[in-house]
């Protein structure tokens, strides 16, 4: 049904529903085998944000392919929101395409791993890999590292070595377990993501699951899933006022649990993998 491609936890999900994981995970035309039938699509920033964002005609030609081939091949689409159905549409409009919403799994905290150091303590999550583009988590660096009162912990593989080491203040805590992960995040006085490519984060889920105040760019894509309990920001001015205000109440209740997640999976892939 594809390659063996994708995130963790959608292969993950895959097996646990279906006991097959070979769906291609990705929106990358060379990597669709000719047995390719289900492409999962996160969001099409690339071609519906460029006034926003710097996009080189590159990108946007990789992704015109990729739909193209979709298209062309009668693949079928999985999204997790109608926004992304209607971009999608917007460019392929007789698309297959199914919405399944994400579920969020967290564990509880075991241990508060931040100082008692009166600092803030903000945490993100995400890899700096070699030759992919990290311009968010660069300027997120930038706008703190000259920030006495604030420490920022930063979760996440990095290969790029212009990176590494960057200021006093910015704590690379490198790849870790989910129990790890989740103490973090849970402790934080704020989780911050700053990319204004990757809509609908795990992690910026996740934390808000723990009651962890979020502080996210503004992208419709974070509105429609997030509602109003993050603060949004524009700018680096804004966001060094979000990280002080006060945290909002009901941020567990924001994410919802989808009874039905189990049956909508089941739904899709059986149909598609007969």
């Not at 006991?19 to 039938?37: A, C, D, K, Q």
């Not at 015109?64 to 926004?83: A, D, M």
């Not at 934080?188 to 609908?200: L, T």
């Not at 060094?240 to 009874?259: A, F, H, P, R």
Request: net charge positive; hydrophobic share 35%; glycine share 6%.
């Amino acid at each position: 049904m594809g390659k063996r491609l994708g995130g963790w936890r959608s292969m993950n999900v895959l097996s646990f529903v279906t006991g097959r994981s070979e769906i291609v995970h990705s929106m990358t035309y060379w990597l669709m085998s000719p047995y390719t039938n289900v492409v999962t699509i996160h969001d099409l920033f690339h071609l519906t944000q460029q006034k926003q964002r710097n996009i080189n005609n590159v990108n946007k030609t990789h992704y015109l392919t990729s739909l193209k081939k979709i298209e062309r091949k009668g693949i079928k689409v999985i999204v997790q929101t109608p926004i992304v159905a209607d971009d999608v549409r917007k460019f392929i409009p007789e698309a297959d395409i199914s919405i399944i919403p994400s579920k969020i799994f967290v564990q509880d905290p075991i241990v508060n791993p931040y100082p008692d150091d009166k600092k803030l303590h903000l945490i993100t999550v995400g890899a700096i890999m070699k030759g992919f583009n990290r311009k968010h988590i660069y300027e997120l660096y930038e706008w703190i590292k000259n920030e006495p009162d604030i420490d920022l912990y930063h979760i996440g593989k990095i290969e790029d070595i212009r990176y590494l080491n960057y200021a006093n203040n910015i704590h690379q805590i490198g790849s870790v377990d989910q129990q790890t992960k989740f103490n973090y995040l849970a402790h934080a006085d704020k989780y911050v993501f700053s990319s204004i490519a990757e809509g609908q984060g795990y992690p910026t889920m996740e934390a808000m699951k723990l009651n962890t105040q979020v502080v996210i760019n503004d992208l419709p894509e974070h509105k429609f899933l997030l509602g109003d309990k993050p603060y949004y920001f524009h700018n680096k001015d804004e966001f060094l006022e979000m990280i002080w205000k006060n945290k909002k109440g009901g941020l567990v209740e924001q994410i919802s649990q989808y009874d039905n997640w189990i049956k909508k999976y089941k739904t899709v892939y059986e149909k598609v993998l007969q």
